[in-house]
Protein backbone atom coordinates (compact mmCIF):
# COMPACT_ATOMS: atom_id res chain seq x y z
CA UNK A 1 0.00 0.00 0.00
CA UNK A 2 1.73 3.55 -0.90
CA UNK A 3 0.96 6.32 0.66
CA UNK A 4 -0.58 9.69 -0.91
CA UNK A 5 1.49 12.87 -0.87
CA UNK A 6 0.05 16.23 0.79
CA UNK A 7 -0.35 17.31 -3.08
CA UNK A 8 -2.30 14.38 -4.13
CA UNK A 9 -4.74 14.29 -1.08
CA UNK A 10 -5.65 18.19 -2.16
CA UNK A 11 -6.70 16.44 -5.80
CA UNK A 12 -8.89 14.25 -4.44
CA UNK A 13 -12.68 14.33 -4.99
CA UNK A 14 -15.80 12.37 -3.87
CA UNK A 15 -17.50 11.72 -1.03
CA UNK A 16 -20.54 14.60 -1.37
CA UNK A 17 -22.94 13.42 -3.04
CA UNK A 18 -26.75 12.94 -1.85
CA UNK A 19 -27.54 9.18 -1.90
CA UNK A 20 -31.24 7.35 -2.41
CA UNK A 21 -29.81 5.58 1.04
CA UNK A 22 -29.13 9.47 2.74
CA UNK A 23 -32.14 10.39 1.79
CA UNK A 24 -34.65 7.34 2.96
CA UNK A 25 -32.78 8.23 6.37
CA UNK A 26 -33.39 11.47 6.59
CA UNK A 27 -36.92 10.65 5.77
CA UNK A 28 -37.50 8.19 8.11
CA UNK A 29 -36.38 10.17 11.08
CA UNK A 30 -38.46 12.95 9.95
CA UNK A 31 -41.02 10.46 10.32
CA UNK A 32 -40.07 9.06 14.04
CA UNK A 33 -39.97 12.67 15.15
CA UNK A 34 -43.42 13.75 13.60
CA UNK A 35 -44.74 9.81 15.46
CA UNK A 36 -43.00 11.08 18.59
CA UNK A 37 -45.26 14.49 18.86
CA UNK A 38 -48.09 13.20 17.27
CA UNK A 39 -47.93 10.66 20.79
CA UNK A 40 -46.94 13.77 23.11
CA UNK A 41 -49.56 16.05 21.49
CA UNK A 42 -52.63 12.97 21.91
CA UNK A 43 -51.33 12.11 25.61
CA UNK A 44 -51.45 15.78 26.61
CA UNK A 45 -54.81 15.95 25.41
CA UNK A 46 -55.95 13.12 26.92
CA UNK A 47 -54.14 14.28 30.23
CA UNK A 48 -56.41 17.34 30.08
CA UNK A 49 -59.81 16.07 28.97
CA UNK A 50 -59.08 13.23 32.34
CA UNK A 51 -59.83 10.30 29.49
CA UNK A 52 -57.00 8.39 30.85
CA UNK A 53 -57.74 4.36 31.18
CA UNK A 54 -57.80 3.03 34.58
CA UNK A 55 -54.61 0.84 36.30
CA UNK A 56 -56.38 -2.19 38.44
Do not use: W
Amino acid sequence: MERITKEELKNLDGGDTITGTLITAISQGLKTLVDIGRSFGSSIRRIKDKRLCEIP
